[in-house]
């Protein structure tokens, strides 16, 4: 993801609007004053976000646009991304063409622009016929309405599927990780052994070095969360806590943004989606964007965390 127009940026954070549905003028704009100052450029939606609420589908796109009012330029500084695919009554997934057609078409109405720098599949679509899909981002493409494609918690072998027929690169694929909930580094760290739990593939087979491999960007989603949820100062993680209280101490950084390096030191350059709305841990977790963990201290975490390592 290329950012522009910024002195300072961190391409490798991006803000989550999933959480903004309830959030008013003024705190929208002050999560995304604090995004922008820490260098942030990135903003993430779904067509899904928000769809519990009265505005329905669309709703965090919508309130997005009404709160912050960008002007031109300042649209022009940013990368919007959006995605589709995930729908209710009932509950399941659809990308055919005409879903996702008109589904782009109500995101750049909601976010009140022309384009989408991304545009992703939410989850996969076990009904997909690849070129409906190839021919809904031929028709996105030559509008001028996306600039870029990629998923989201896709597995190597669906993303083959999507590429029979689909001619444009899939850039990113979205996908959970963090220190805590990490299968797709754990799994090729203890392939082959019986007697620990995260040899057993829960990533689709090698979606980390396939990723490397095709050029895709892996964007961390719940970054500072687990199965029981946020790990940060939770009692059931004292020994993680502890060592990322003694990381954060010695580069002089809260604690997030040590959970943040343990994603962004990793070589295949992810990135982190923050789902936070409080400004000052906006700040603060991306202030892990560059720091420089060392080895040591990497596996130091990971083993914190829980982990095995043979």
Same mark, same amino acid.
């Given at each position: 993801?290329?950012?522009?127009?910024?002195?300072?940026?961190?391409?490798?954070?991006?803000?989550?609007?999933?959480?903004?549905?309830? /959030?008013?003028? *003024? $705190?929208?704009?002050?999560?995304?004053? +604090?995004? !922008? #100052?820490?260098? =942030?450029? @990135?903003?993430?939606?779904?067509?899904?976000?928000?769809?519990?609420?009265?505005?329905?589908?669309?709703?965090?796109? /919508?309130?997005? *646009? $009404?709160?912050?009012?960008?002007?031109? +330029?300042? !649209? #022009?500084?940013? =990368?919007? @991304?959006?995605?589709?695919?995930?729908?209710?009554?009932?509950?399941?997934?659809?990308?055919?063409?005409?879903?996702?057609?008109?589904?782009?078409?109500?995101?750049?109405?909601?976010?009140?622009?022309?384009?989408?720098? =991304?545009?992703?599949?939410?989850?996969?679509?076990?009904?997909?016929?690849?070129?409906?899909?190839?021919?809904?981002?031929?028709?996105?493409?030559?509008?001028?309405?996306?600039?870029?494609?990629?998923?989201?918690?896709?597995?190597?072998?669906?993303?083959?599927?999507?590429?029979?027929?689909?001619?444009?690169?899939?850039?990113?694929?979205?996908?959970?990780?963090?220190?805590?909930?990490?299968?797709?580094?754990?799994?090729?760290?203890?392939?082959?052994?019986?007697?620990?739990?995260?040899?057993?593939?829960?990533?689709?087979?090698?979606?980390?070095?396939?990723?490397?491999?095709?050029?895709?960007?892996?964007?961390?989603?719940?970054?500072?969360?687990?199965?029981?949820?946020?790990?940060?100062?939770?009692?059931?993680?004292?020994?993680?806590?502890?060592?990322?209280?003694?990381?954060?101490?010695?580069?002089?950084?809260?604690?997030?943004?040590?959970?943040?390096?343990?994603?962004?030191?990793?070589?295949?350059?992810?990135?982190?989606?923050?789902?936070?709305?409080?400004?000052?841990?906006?700040?603060?977790?991306?202030?892990?964007?560059?720091?420089?963990?060392?080895?040591?201290?990497?596996?130091?975490?990971?083993?914190?965390?829980?982990?095995?390592?043979?």
């Amino acid at each position: 993801m290329t950012e522009q127009n910024a002195v300072s940026t961190v391409p490798n954070i991006i803000a989550g609007m999933m959480r903004i549905a309830d /959030r008013t003028d *003024a $705190e929208i704009r002050a999560v995304y004053t +604090a995004a !922008r #100052e820490a260098g =942030v450029t @990135q903003f993430d939606h779904a067509d899904l976000y928000g769809f519990n609420h009265p505005g329905g589908y669309h709703h965090c796109e /919508r309130r997005f *646009a $009404e709160a912050l009012q960008l002007s031109g +330029a300042q !649209r #022009e500084e940013i =990368v919007l @991304q959006s995605k589709t695919g995930i729908v209710d009554e009932p509950w399941g997934y659809d990308q055919s063409y005409e879903h996702i057609i008109a589904s782009v078409d109500r995101s750049l109405a909601a976010l009140r622009t022309d384009y989408l720098d =991304v545009l992703l599949l939410h989850r996969p679509d076990a009904l997909v016929e690849p070129e409906e899909v190839a021919r809904a981002f031929d028709e996105l493409e030559a509008a001028g309405k996306v600039r870029a494609f990629g998923v989201s918690n896709h597995t190597p072998r669906q993303i083959d599927l999507l590429k029979t027929a689909v001619t444009q690169p899939l850039v990113v694929n979205q996908v959970q990780l963090s220190l805590v909930h990490a299968p797709i580094i754990a799994q090729g760290l203890t392939a082959n052994m019986l007697a620990t739990p995260d040899a057993v593939t829960l990533d689709g087979g090698g979606l980390l070095e396939y990723s490397r491999i095709h050029g895709i960007t892996l964007q961390a989603w719940s970054p500072f969360q687990g199965p029981g949820g946020v790990f940060l100062d939770s009692p059931d993680y004292p020994g993680l806590n502890a060592e990322l209280n003694r990381l954060a101490e010695k580069y002089g950084v809260a604690p997030i943004a040590i959970a943040t390096a343990w994603i962004t030191r990793h070589p295949a350059t992810m990135q982190v989606v923050l789902g936070t709305t409080t400004p000052q841990r906006v700040a603060d977790a991306a202030a892990g964007s560059t720091l420089p963990l060392t080895r040591g201290e990497w596996y130091g975490l990971f083993r914190a965390a829980g982990h095995h390592l043979p």
